[in-house]
C-alpha cells in the first residue's frame, strides 16, 4: 500500500490549458514536498509545504497544502511544453538518526505545442 | 549543482551474477539515500545512511545491501542479480539544514538483468 497516491497518473493536454494533479494520504504530515523530474535526469525539489492551507506560487505554478495536512495539489496555469516532465510528492518521515523521504507514485504530465 | 556522481550510468548483466553501483559525493552531507524507480511507483527507498557506517532498510531492501566507508561514498550491491531488480537507481543526498530538508539526486544509474 502506498502511502502517498497521486491523480492522475498520465496527463496529455495542449498548450495553454490549465490543469491540477493530486496528492493524498490517509496520514498526516508536518511537511510535503513536490519534486519535478525531467527525463534521464533525477528529480528536482520545486517547494515544500509546512502549513495547513498553505499556499504557495512558483511561477505559473500554485501549490496547496491541506488544512489537515494530509494532501495536496499542483495547479499549472497556461501549461507550456517546458512543463512536461513525472511530478511527484514527497514526505519526509523522522526515523533513527535522520528522515526518511517517501515517494509518491507520481504523475506523468505531457504538454503537447 | 550539489556534486553527486553515480556510476556506472548504465549496465546490463544476468541473472545471478553480483553488481554494484556505486555513489560519490563532493558536499559532505552526512545523508545519503538509495532509490529505485519503476513505471507506477514512483520512487522507492531502498537503504539509506546516517553517517560513515551508520545505515538502514528502506522499504524495498530485500536483494540488496550496502556500505558507507567513506562520507563520500555509499555503494549498494546486489549480491545476485534478478530480473526483479531491473530498475533505474537514484542516489540522494540530503539538502543543506534540516529545515529546507532538501534532497538532492544523481543522475541515475539504469540497470538491466537478463
Known amino acids: 500500500t502506498q502511502l502517498l497516491e497521486q491523480s492522475p497518473q498520465f496527463l496529455s493536454i495542449q498548450e495553454g490549458e490549465n490543469l491540477t494533479v493530486y496528492c493524498n494520504s490517509s496520514s498526516v504530515f508536518s511537511s510535503l514536498q513536490w519534486y519535478r523530474q525531467e527525463p534521464g535526469e533525477g528529480p528536482v525539489l520545486l517547494v515544500t509545504?509546512?502549513?495547513?492551507?498553505e499556499v504557495k506560487k512558483l511561477k505559473r505554478l500554485t501549490f496547496q497544502f491541506g488544512d489537515a495536512r494530509k494532501d495536496s495539489s499542483l495547479h499549472i496555469t497556461a501549461a507550456q511544453p517546458g512543463d512536461t516532465g513525472l511530478y511527484l510528492c514527497?514526505?519526509?518521515?523522522?526515523?533513527?538518526?535522520?528522515?526518511?523521504?517517501?515517494f509518491g507514485t507520481g504523475t506523468r504530465l505531457k504538454v503537447l505545442a | 549543482d550539489a556534486g553527486i556522481t553515480q556510476s556506472p550510468r548504465h549496465k546490463v548483466t544476468e541473472t545471478g551474477t553480483p553488481v554494484t553501483l556505486r555513489c560519490h559525493q563532493t558536499?559532505?552531507?552526512?545523508?545519503m539515500y538509495w532509490y529505485r524507480q519503476d513505471p507506477g511507483h514512483g520512487l522507492r527507498l531502498i537503504h539509506y545512511s546516517y553517517g560513515v557506517k551508520d545505515t538502514d532498510k528502506g522499504e524495498v531492501s530485500d536483494g540488496y545491501s550496502v556500505s558507507r566507508s567513506k562520507t563520500e561514498d555509499f555503494l549498494l550491491t546486489l549480491e545476485s542479480a534478478t530480473s526483479s531488480q531491473t530498475s533505474v537507481y537514484f542516489c540522494a543526498i540530503s539538502g543543506r539544514g534540516q529545515y529546507t530538508g532538501e534532497l538532492f539526486f544523481g543522475e541515475g544509474s539504469r540497470l538491466t538483468v537478463l
Open positions: 509545504v509546512v502549513t495547513g492551507g
Open positions: 514527497a514526505v519526509r518521515r523522522p526515523t533513527s538518526g535522520t528522515y526518511k523521504y517517501i
Open positions: 558536499e559532505n552531507h552526512r545523508y
